[in-house]
């Protein structure tokens, strides 16, 4: 079975510090995905990515950042954590556009 | 105004019965994506279809493209059954689009 695993399942912060969050899976998918979850909104797909060191954003990257440098792992980086980045954050693999996702477990972040 | 709409928002149901769940969207997709997710926060794919109808174990999922309807049954609920429940619609490239779920409680 796949597997994406995220480093940290609860995670609290201080407002202003920098946040790494985590993400690796296991089968070799090119596509990889960092999605925020929050009450009644749904996910929001807030950065993708197709391949190594590419990039994109999506519907909600602003304050957030990221890093693709090996294929396995997939890194959102909140430069300057606010309060409004309190969240669960999901990441997700997919082997390609036929293919559904595979989620990891989520962390749940709280900046304070 | 979200693309996928999900009705109901909430739903509790007694042990045994036959659940429904629905998904509406509004443009043209290539596949859509039943997901679960249990206290906790893990999702767990359910289904992926473009076309017709899938089955597994007690769960049924249906899609009418012409529609843009999808549906996900539950016969004999049990309260294991009980999460919430995602519908998620893939546009251009591979990106979905997700629905605010239906929270689904089975009591015993």
């Known amino acids: 079975d796949v597997k994406v695993t995220q480093s940290s399942r609860y995670l609290v912060k201080r407002t202003g510090e920098k946040v790494f969050l985590e993400c690796v899976q296991d089968?070799?998918?090119?596509?990889m995905f960092w999605y925020r979850q929050d009450p009644g909104l749904g996910l929001r797909l807030i950065y993708f990515s197709y391949d190594v060191k590419m990039k994109e954003k999506g519907d909600i990257p602003e304050g957030y950042s990221v890093s693709r440098e090996k294929k396995e792992r997939f890194s959102l980086i909140l430069e300057s954590a606010s309060t409004n980045q309190t969240s669960m954050y999901l990441c997700?693999?997919?082997?390609?556009?036929?293919?559904?996702?595979?989620f990891g477990s989520g962390t749940r972040l709280t900046v304070v | 105004k979200n693309e996928v709409e999900q009705s109901p928002q909430n739903l509790t149901a007694q042990e045994g019965e036959f659940i429904t769940i629905n998904c509406s969207y509004s443009v043209g997709i290539s596949a859509l994506h039943w997901l679960q997710q249990h206290p906790g926060g893990g999702i767990v794919s359910l289904f992926m279809?473009?076309?017709g109808k899938k089955k597994h174990g007690r769960l049924i999922a249906t899609i009418n493209i012409q529609e843009k309807h999808s549906s996900l049954h539950i016969t004999a609920s049990h309260p294991r059954d009980s999460a919430v429940y995602i519908c998620a619609v893939r546009r251009a490239g591979n990106q979905f689009y997700f629905g605010t779920g239906t929270s689904l409680t089975v009591i015993p």
């Open positions: 279809l473009s076309s």
């Open positions: 997700a693999s997919s082997p390609g556009q036929i293919y559904g996702y595979t």
């Open positions: 089968m070799d998918h090119e596509n």
